[in-house]
């Protein structure tokens, strides 16, 4: 379970550029929970991930993972017990690298190795195995640099990557927003795929709606840094399209409402 405690972050604080991204925001995310967040662009989401990843630091509040408390711990420290796949797949894999020695170095994750000890060629056969249930022709590209492939293979190897370790929870920030749709519905597949595959606990960051709708057993709205709806089960399940806009406006009604009445 991960545990969010009145989670806090301020940009720029105390100048006229102040901007309070995340406000005293708390949730509980059970075992096996696979939540699409949305919300409008500066609703907090990406910075929501951030901050459990440790790469942003918070002002206010804890963050607790299977009774472990990551508040002060280093976001490298916490790499062993998260993983994420980024938008841009540059981020989550070494370009100048061959994909054999990606997986490698994922799959060494936590241990002192130099690259020629981390390569370990009996993993190999492992690796090809595991690839070629991607369904994405990754099992003949082991000695291809990663730069060279194409975006959807890189975010699978990502995903792949992400998951080698068996992660407590896997942080997705829009890994499919740089793909064409034909791609990013394959990788959505996979995705949901090897969550469900290795029961592990996700949030997905997403600004399409039909992914929202369509995967998971949680959606989660945010605005202003507050998580404003969240839903789950058959409420998640009856959901569509027009729904969520509804769910946009109502929201945005609400502060500019309070805005007007001075609340």
Do not use: C, W
Request: neutral net charge; charged residues 25%; hydrophobic residues 40%.
């Amino acid at each position: 379970m991960l545990i969010l405690q009145n989670l806090s972050k301020t940009f720029n604080e105390e100048t006229p550029l102040e901007n309070k991204v995340i406000d005293s925001l708390s949730l509980k995310v059970e075992h096996k929970d696979f939540i699409t967040l949305l919300g409008s662009n500066g609703a907090g989401k990406s910075t929501l991930l951030n901050l459990i990843a440790g790469t942003l630091e918070l002002d206010e509040g804890q963050i607790i993972l299977d009774h472990v408390n990551l508040t002060s711990m280093k976001a490298y420290r916490r790499a062993g017990l998260i993983g994420r796949v980024h938008q841009d797949p540059r981020l989550s894999v070494s370009p100048n690298m061959t994909l054999l020695e990606n997986l490698s170095l994922s799959d060494a994750k936590g241990q002192s190795f130099s690259l020629r000890r981390a390569v370990d060629m009996k993993r190999a056969g492992f690796y090809k195995e595991q690839l070629e249930t991607l369904g994405l022709g990754l099992e003949t590209k082991l000695n291809t640099r990663i730069g060279l492939l194409s975006g959807g293979q890189r975010q699978a190897v990502a995903l792949f990557m992400a998951i080698m370790k068996k992660p407590k929870i896997l942080l997705l920030d829009e890994h499919t927003a740089a793909l064409d749709p034909r791609t990013s519905e394959i990788i959505m597949g996979v995705t949901d795929r090897l969550i469900r595959e290795n029961e592990i606990t996700a949030l997905m960051v997403t600004h399409n709606m039909n992914h929202a709708l369509s995967f998971g057993n949680r959606l989660l709205m945010m605005h202003e840094g507050k998580v404003v709806e969240d839903l789950k089960g058959k409420d998640k399940a009856s959901l569509n399209t027009k729904d969520v806009i509804t769910m946009f406006k109502k929201n945005a009604e609400t502060i500019e409402d309070r805005i007007v009445l001075g609340l």
